[in-house]
């Protein structure tokens, strides 16, 4: 979708008001800048009348740093506020011309909002980034990155958001509010000081222009997991009454580990006779604690440790709440954390350690390759408790826990260490590269039997992401084309490129090789149908996987794939390796709107397999963006004319 405004003479008095404003930040030090609490409610719904007396920010410097110019084609403001519940922000854009296509946040109208730990010096591997924008005619709110992993999967529906296009002014206004629990561990009650990073992405008749409130080259690369932002104070008031938030220090922790619960409570006046109770409950576990507090007036900020003792593997709910002088209730909260208890973890150690011993592990090839399945999860587990930041999502170690659980009962039985058919669960193989567990995901269909040969669907995921979320849509997929009868059932897998963003070039190719030699060795695959499916980057590496491999596959598809990979890779361009496509068939599929990977890859690549005589379909999606379309049932219609019966 397209809309332009033009520019109207009304727009130039807030354009003056802007490079006023832009003076005044470029005079301060960015340690200096900040958020004042606000002393009213915002009301999120895009007018922007609760935002009269908050300070505004310009949004008006390069990636590089450099200072932008006002002009009347663009210019971008900004205003922050918060309360004990949610930070707020909104965004002003006067705006030539406005143009909303498929990820608009990243390829322009649009903005990012990042948050980030300061303190680890200008670049910090602790951070949120946030999209905003309008695709089509929704409005999109997402977690784009965290910590360096893109696109996380936290569902952020209680973000609010509101959008509002001023045809008369040209201006685009974003108003929104996040609660702070998405932005755990930070809350300006605990910690007066945060960074900051608004990135606006202008797009203009195709060409996009980007600024930004501080200068940060890698605000959306995947070469770096760093992000830079602005230091700011945020400002507590001194409220009417009564202020109130709680938090715990982790949400996961060692059994023997340190557990704390901190409330903060801003205070008009001093009181007494303030209790704070709290009660913590698992499958196992049942304890609560009651805590007298007195308040002055000022934030005060207690911290309550949980007892210590024998903690039992699982997850806990903690309930929290704090009650006045009268005994009447003023705030409860909850919150989830997971406690590993060490001693289980080692003990899962041992337990392998005997099996490799026993009778079955020798004998059986099966039952020997499936144990890295289970092995790979302890290490994941160790991994995650070691290295992963104090607020990651626990849902990980959950899950873990829960396979761990089905595959020892697999082997207690003398099976393979593999999950049920009719389900998806990662697979783990032991790297000939390198020794390492390589992970990749595996939909088994529920009517898989070991007796018959089955097709095998590869599926190559696109860049800076793994293949988690790859699996379940083209699983989703054929689960559709299966209700309608349009395709034989087949395995499917999607390995984890290594590295995630080398294309599938060096190891990571290779890897993908492994996974099919792997899986073959677990499951009954019939070596003649093996089809090659990639997407973006993943296309790429399903051109080049197949050139190099020709006589592995028996049909390739391509989706919205380049023929070369990012100067900073060392890899093929397609157009050199297609004389060695004879015997393959090829079905490609493009945008020919592609901001991402340009239609002409896949142009130039088709009339290379016209002038060689390969066997190819081609469809171009006019109008579609580089994720923009949905071409799965022409894909399965021509795999049911590939697929040897």
């Excluded at 092995?375 to 899950?399: G, T, V």
Aim: proline share 4%.
């Amino acid at each position: 979708m397209r809309v332009i405004y033009r520019m109207t003479r009304t727009s130039l008095v807030a354009l003056l008001t802007i490079i006023f404003s832009g003076w005044l930040l470029a005079a301060q030090n960015p340690e200096e800048l900040k958020i004042f609490q606000t002393e009213k409610k915002i009301t999120v719904d895009g007018n922007l009348d609760d935002w009269d007396r908050v300070p505004e920010f310009p949004i008006n410097t390069s990636p590089g740093g450099e200072k932008i110019e006002a002009t009347p084609g663009m210019q971008i403001t900004a205003h922050f506020s918060y309360d004990a519940e949610k930070f707020y922000a909104a965004v002003k854009a006067l705006d030539d011309s406005f143009e909303f296509p498929d990820r608009s946040w990243r390829e322009g109208d649009g903005l990012y909002l990042t948050f980030l730990d300061p303190y680890q010096g200008n670049g910090s591997d602790r951070f949120y980034t946030f999209g905003f924008s309008i695709e089509g005619k929704r409005k999109t709110k997402l977690l784009i990155n965290k910590d360096g992993e893109f696109f996380p999967g936290v569902r952020v529906t209680d973000i609010e958001l509101e959008i509002v296009a001023d045809e008369q002014n040209s201006t685009l206004t974003y108003e929104i509010a996040i609660p702070w629990k998405y932005v755990r561990p930070f809350h300006p009650f605990f910690q007066e000081r945060w960074g900051i990073n608004l990135v606006y992405v202008d797009r203009d008749r195709g060409k996009k222009r980007i600024v930004l409130l501080y200068p940060d080259t890698g605000f959306d690369t995947e070469l770096t997991d760093k992000r830079k932002g602005a230091m700011f104070q945020f400002v507590n008031h001194t409220p009417k009454e009564e202020e109130i938030q709680t938090a715990v220090d982790a949400s996961h922790y060692y059994h023997d580990a340190k557990k704390t619960l901190s409330c903060a409570i801003n205070a008009p006046a001093d009181k007494s006779g303030w209790t704070v109770r709290y009660e913590l409950s698992s499958a196992q576990v049942n304890l609560s604690r009651v805590e007298e507090i007195a308040l002055q007036k000022r934030m005060n900020v207690f911290h309550l440790d949980l007892e210590k003792r024998e903690y039992p593997t699982g997850s806990y709910d903690l309930s929290v709440g704090i009650l006045d002088d009268k005994g009447s209730l003023r705030f409860t909260s909850n919150h989830r954390f997971f406690i590993v208890n060490r001693e289980e973890l080692e003990g899962f150690k041992i337990r392998v350690e005997e099996m490799k011993k026993g009778e079955l592990y020798a004998k059986d090839e099966r039952f020997r390759i499936s144990l890295p399945t289970l092995e790979a999860r302890m290490d994941w587990i160790r991994d995650y408790m070691k290295q992963s930041p104090s607020f990651s999502e626990i849902e990980l170690l959950e899950e873990w826990y829960e396979e761990i659980d089905i595959l020892f009962k697999n082997i207690d039985l003398g099976k393979p260490a593999l999950f049920p058919p009719g389900s998806i669960g990662r697979l783990v193989h032991s790297s000939e590269v390198d020794g390492s567990f390589q992970p990749y995901s595996a939909s088994i269909p529920e009517g898989y039997d070991e007796k018959k040969a089955i097709p095998l669907f590869v599926t190559l995921h696109g860049s800076g992401v793994d293949e988690r979320n790859t699996i379940l849509e083209v699983t989703r997929m054929f689960l559709m084309a299966k209700f309608r009868k349009e395709l034989p059932e087949m395995i499917i897998i999607a390995p984890k490129a290594r590295g995630l963003s080398d294309w599938y070039t060096g190891d990571s190719g290779k890897e993908v090789i492994e996974c099919i030699n792997h899986i073959k060795r677990l499951y009954n695959i019939d070596e003649k149908n093996i089809i090659l499916d990639g997407f973006s980057m993943g296309g790429y590496g399903a051109w080049r996987l197949s050139l190099f491999n020709p006589k592995l596959f028996k049909a390739v598809i391509i989706r919205s794939g380049a023929i070369s990979p990012p100067s900073h890779i060392q890899g093929e361009n397609i157009l050199d390796l297609l004389e060695r496509s004879k015997g393959l068939r090829f079905f490609i599929v493009h945008g020919d709107q592609d901001n991402a990977v340009p239609v002409k890859d896949s142009r130039e690549a088709v009339q290379k397999l016209v002038e060689l005589g390969i066997d190819h379909k081609y469809i171009e999606v006019k109008g579609a963006s580089h994720i923009g379309y949905n071409k799965w049932s022409d894909i399965f219609d021509w795999l049911k004319t590939i697929i040897s019966k």
